[in-house]
T-cell receptor, first 114, second 112 residues
Framework: AQSVTQLDSQVPVFEEAPVELRCNYS??????LFWYVQYPNQGLQLLLKYLSGSTLVKGINGFEAEFNKSQTSFHLRKPSVHISDTAEYFCAVSDKAAGNKLTFGGGTRVLVKP | DADVTQTPRNRITKTGKRIMLECSQTKGHDRMYWYRQDPGLGLRLIYY???????NKGEISDGYSVSRQAQAKFSLSLESAIPNQTALYFC???????????FGPGTRLTVL
């Protein structure tokens, strides 16, 4: 069975500062990896995904993530955050052999302060 | 128009009542999913369907049932609602070849 751990439940950060959200997963099979964002009172939308190839993945709104197979991690970064980045962020893993069902982490709430 | 819609968006009900949450999609996807979101737990899969005749339990299916009425419609029912089913419920879709899931706006359910 696969599991996803997001190490920080909340991350306060000042505007224009960098942010890193940590995600570790456990799985015995090949996986796809995702980061989703949930803005207040909205559904989830995809930020970026890793399927194969380059381990550095670039997504929307200036976010990027790096897949590290040896450390089973997929950390999300942004070099300079905006107030509008205030949201909850979810890391998810999909088991290629099981119909691409998603297993989500517990989420990290990012609060950007002026 | 939104590609994945959920009705109702908010619902307050009482313990023991039967509740149905509906999901419709215009993306033409075969695969549909129901999740519930609880603070600190992320989203957990309740049921999923790979086509109209294929329904599968997720990790937390107890107390829930589903119906796939058509490719575009997937309903979630709580036969006898209980307070610990108070949560935010999301429907999602994906197609056979894609990896990304597309989410609806969610239904906030409160069981008193």
């Amino acid at each position: 069975a696969q599991s996803v751990t997001q190490l920080d439940s909340q991350v306060p950060v000042f505007e224009e500062a960098p942010v890193e959200l940590r995600c570790n997963y456990s799985s015995s099979v090949s996986v796809y990896l995702f980061w989703y964002v949930q803005y207040p009172n909205q559904g989830l939308q995809l930020l970026l995904k890793y399927l194969s190839g380059s381990t550095l993945v670039k997504g929307i709104n200036g976010f990027e993530a790096e897949f590290n197979k040896s450390q089973t991690s997929f950390h999300l970064r942004k070099p300079s955050v905006h107030i509008s980045d205030t949201a909850e962020y979810f890391c998810a893993v999909s088991d290629k052999a099981a119909g691409n069902k998603l297993t989500f982490g517990g989420g990290t709430r990012v609060l950007v302060k002026p | 128009d939104a590609d994945v819609t959920q009705t109702p968006r908010n619902r307050i009900t009482k313990t023991g009542k039967r509740i149905m949450l509906e999901c419709s999609q215009t993306k033409g996807h075969d695969r549909m999913y129901w999740y519930r979101q609880d603070p600190g737990l992320g989203l957990r899969l309740i049921y999923y369907s790979f086509d109209v005749k294929d329904i599968n339990k997720g990790e937390i299916s107890d107390g829930y049932s589903v119906s796939r009425q058509a490719q575009a419609k997937f309903s979630l029912s709580l036969e006898s609602a209980i307070p610990n089913q108070t949560a935010l419920y999301f429907c999602a879709t994906s197609d056979l070849a894609a990896d990304e899931q597309f989410f609806g706006p969610g239904t906030r359910l409160t069981v008193l």
